[in-house]
């Protein structure tokens, strides 16, 4: 840990000294240029680079022959020598890494990948320490509700610092530390800056503070709590990552005030670096070292609630929310994968909007319409506020062509006509042409009906570029193949509530082993739809990795759900199948970023 600490600090300071060494791995043709000050600390990196890594390759052997000598279901030295094999991997990939940078310059995306490669070995390092110095710590299981969100908090915890470390590792590494200028919290005197793409990751960055600041504090408040018990490991380790985090923003606001001076540049980069060592290592004993949160009294019977805000929550249920958030999302990546550049936040934040206000006035108009068959259709719809009696069908419908008509208008007024355009035919697509026409008629509905969810990206990319293009059209088909797997895993968990409710969905007119084909069918066909964008160059190498690896997957469970015809087969698929679009478009935008750097 020490070394590996040592080695990014050091870096950190190469870095922010200039260009030096040229070659590698000598500097300038010698081992010691001591004529150059900035080669020198170059060549310290590297010296501490070759002392690392032969600390990692004594302690994989180590920890292989520890495993090797205990007993072969003793799962610590089984630990450790997993992570002692996955330090020297990510050591390698480090020093690749640092080759590349010295012989072909220092490109952003090389320098960021560099910061993120001594990160992750870091952490994994911290995570072998912890096992090694609390070896007797064994697995929790049997908690109650309270201690185990609270256990999973210290992942939270976790996610928001690296979020926070990666942000940095990024404008670090693209020399913007200064682009907000002097003012924290504010960026360039305003709260929500507009600018380029480094002024956005610094303002994120920013952001990210104060909601780690927030995690942190809702966990210590928790942690010292009279009647709560936590192991005193775990309750010192949360104390030092308090003063640690405060000391690294302190340190980072005066870098930021002072211009940046090489001093304290190195101690915000030490200091980030024990952050994140104590969070791993917390992290990593969370589950293992005694947590006790006292479960609340039970709750006394809910009263009912006043008439208004019934109505008003049942007036939001109509538009499906958590719905509505994958289709937003696919329309921002839609937004940021033209070659447009960095839309502007105003464009961005008016296309949700409206995109919001489209998207539920359809499912309001769905569930007008279905309110006769959603009683039949299992607890997923009969409590739905049309299905219940509680909104008319009447009402339900004039709510959806209102939300519609609204947000006609913004997209028109505040983004562009085709936008509209394509919004308005995304509504009559799914409220007409799936569920009047195409839901109780054929078993075709899903395939044909698939394409209204599949028109977000295309309302995105007209919104942010004005016109569709191919790749444009490539998003819309992966949406398109997408559909039937993910909607038929579903389908085949609630077969007899469709065939109850009249509705001829495949699994009901085929059958399982009938449907469970088609699925990999269309598995296969989506999957090698999404590699499309590559030769096309739409996409990178970063797209065609994370491609790969999530649609192999993706596959791999239809081939189960092919292969099983199990319930717990199907819902393993759908509830992976969500993921997998967040996840696909997430990779296409931070692939087009990696471009734009």
Known sequence: MIA??????????????????????????????????????????????????????????????????????????????????????????????????????RSPLLAVGHLMAGLALLGVVTAAYALARWPEAQDRQADGHQTKRFRRSFATLALVI???????????????????????????????????????VQWL????????????????????????KLAQPLRVMLIWVAVLFLAEGAAGWLMVVLDRPAILSALHSALSGLVWMVTVAALVLAPRLEVSLPEPAARPVRQPMPVWQQKLSDYVVLTKPRVISLLLFTTLAGMFLTNAGLPPWPLVAWTMIGGYLMAGGANAVNMAYDADIDPALGSRTRLRPTAAGRISRRQAFGFGLALAATSFVIFAVFVNLLSAALAVLGFVYYTVIYTRWLKRSTWQNI????????IPPLIGWAAASGSLTLPAIILFVIVFYWTPPH??????????????????????????????????????????????????????????????????????????????????AALKLYVYSLLYLFLLFGVMMIDRVSVWM
């Open 447 to 454: 395939v044909i009906g698939g394409g209204a969810g599949a």
């Open 205 to 228: 960055h920013r952001v990210l503070v104060f909601v780690t600041g927030a995690v942190l504090a809702s966990m210590l408040g928790k942690a010292f709590r009279p009647a709560v």
């Open 487 to 568: 909607f038929w895993a579903l389908a085949l968990m609630k077969r007899r509530d469709y065939a109850a409710a009249g509705v001829p969905m495949l699994p009901v007119v085929a059958g399982e082993g009938e449907t469970t084909r088609q699925m990999l069918i269309y598995s296969l066909g989506m999957v090698a739809i999404t590699l499309v964008l590559v030769p096309l160059q739409a996409m990178g190498g970063l797209y065609l990795v994370g491609a790969l690896a999530l649609g192999g997957w993706f596959v791999w469970l239809a081939w189960q759900v092919n292969r099983q015809h199990t319930p717990q």
């Open 162 to 200: 690296a979020a926070l470390l990666l942000t940095g590792a990024w404008v670090s590494g693209n020399n913007a530390a200064l682009v907000c200028g002097p003012e924290f919290p504010a960026c360039n005197g305003a709260l929500l800056p507009g600018g380029d793409r480094y002024t956005l």
């Open 4 to 105: 590996t600490l040592a080695l990014m600090v050091v870096g950190n300071i190469a870095r922010a000294s200039g260009p030096a060494c040229l070659d590698w791995p000598l500097c300038y043709g010698s081992v010691l240029p001591l004529a150059n000050a900035q080669a020198l600390v170059e060549v310290v990196h590297r010296g501490l680079a070759v002392v690392t890594a032969g600390v990692l390759m004594a302690l994989f052997g180590a920890s292989y022959r520890l495993a090797l000598e205990a007993h072969p279901h003793a799962q610590v030295p089984i630990q450790l020598r997993q992570y002692s094999g996955l330090a020297l991997a990510l050591m390698l990939t480090q020093v690749a890494l640092g080759a590349a940078i010295s012989m072909f310059g």
